[in-house]
């Protein structure tokens, strides 16, 4: 007994000693040239590190500085992976017997550059395969599923943490998508159960971002489960479920984001601070919103379901209103140009707003001779009591199959087409003005010709270029076919609306 005490004893002195005596890490640095070859012939890469340190107490850990993991030549000569420094927390126990393994790995400042091929496969793709095919030599008979699984839960630590990330993807012949301030979190990971991570990124000036919630691995078919997972931005909550697949190849996505009533307003602020939405757009109501992303990586198609109700939308360079409504849209990741590839309908109506960017009345008045308008019917030019729309999106141009708006001066009804890419409009709109609006018009045959069968004077337009500031100008071809045309050759040149017909 006494014995056994004395032992104790001495090994708690030596312990002090160490702590005291021994600097809390040990470089490693002239030792490189023997691990580093068999870190790069597992990963099949080039890998760099500046300092090595090893830790003995209180817990065994090894930290390194200015790792660098190079790229396949094939995709990139710059690294693939970089940290500025990086911490692996030992368990004391299993080192005693021989083995290695990870309690805590930890990653400052970690870079990320994925590069995709236009066929889906990514540059981290070889050393999986590589690595499968070292395992097949060695092993001949496959490994039963229960030991594959505990091979990667000894892989990978039961804590892993990456602070401060920079996420880089860059398709080949498309802009790379950058995205910094990204931490990640991992604990208890298992290949026999579902495990919790956490994903965030903080966009300068805005509310974190982060995907959170239980993920599930299976081993055999490189796959991951999202299960009740949920994506917060600017506290609005998105569930998000389904399944990513083929993580060794070309991965394949099966995923569903889901909120179906949120207020829009701080996603359409965040949306404007990383310039993806026009800072001039202001948006605040209620929304509905599903997004389906099924499909391989290099042609993923997100199936996209939008609901307005009673959505506040103020543009000035267009519209401001109230809108209600759906949109569905199906975009495909592949292709030149993404405004170009999607395809979609959508039906919407709008009340008690205004056309911000162009004023139908003024070329009504050229025509009819409009006189005394009160102030308010002038206003009338660009408010509107309902503004109603069905279009089509195809090819990068939406077609609107009607437009009829209804104002105190007017009721118009047409439709066209307006090109996305750029924002072009060609439209053809009937304007039957008020009947106190079309008493105050010139007397003439001309006013006869463009009277329907409600007395109202109905004027066809166009509305023709950029969308931000159109140009509004009488339809010619239509006034032509109502005979217009043929009653003004009868009474000569000279009239206001002949020397309209001739500036055209």
Partial sequence: MKKALFIIVGILVLLVVVVVVV????????????YLPLVEEALQRKVDVGEIRLRIVPSPAIRLSA???????????????????????????PLFRGQFQVEEFIL??????????????????????????TAKKEKKEPAPQTKEAVKLAELIPPLLRFDQGVFTLQTIGQKPLQIRGIDVSLKDFSAERPFPY???????????????????????????????NHLKAEDVDFAVNGTIANLTSAPRLDLLLVNDRFETKPIIQLLSAVGITPKELEVSGPIGLRVKATGPSNNIVSQIQTKLDNLKINDSRAFKGNVTGEIQLSVPSGGDSVVRSMRGNGRLAAQDGELTNVDLVQKIEQITGLIGMSK???????????????????????????????????????????????????????????????????????????KDKQGRIVVPLKVTGPAKGPSVNVDSQKLVTKGLGQMLEERGKGTPLDRLFKKK
């Fill in 376 to 450: 308010d019917q002038r206003s009338g030019a660009t408010t509107f009591k309902t503004l109603e729309t069905e279009f089509g999106i195809a090819g990068g141009i939406a077609d609107f199959k009607r437009i009829h708006l209804l104002s105190p001066v007017m009721e118009a009804e047409g439709g066209g087409k307006m090109n996305l890419e750029p924002q072009t409009l060609d439209m053809a709109i009937e304007a039957a003005l008020a009947p106190e609006v079309s008493a105050r018009a010139g007397s003439g045959k001309a006013q006869t010709f463009l």
């Fill in 198 to 228: 956490r994903i965030a990124l903080s966009p300068p000036g805005l509310k974190p971002v982060s995907l959170e919630g239980q993920m599930r691995y299976e081993d055999t078919k490189a796959t991951l489960t999202l299960k009740d």
């Fill in 108 to 133: 400052e400042k970690p870079v990320v550059n994925l590069i995709k091929k236009p066929d889906g496969t990514f540059n981290f793709a070889d050393m999986a395969k590589k690595k499968e095919g």
């Fill in 23 to 34: 600097p809390p890490f040990v470089d490693l640095g002239a030792h490189k040239g023997r």
């Fill in 67 to 93: 790792l660098q993991v190079s790229d396949n030549p094939a995709f990139s000569k710059d690294p693939f992976f970089s940290a500025e420094q990086v911490s692996l927390r030992l368990k004391l126990g």
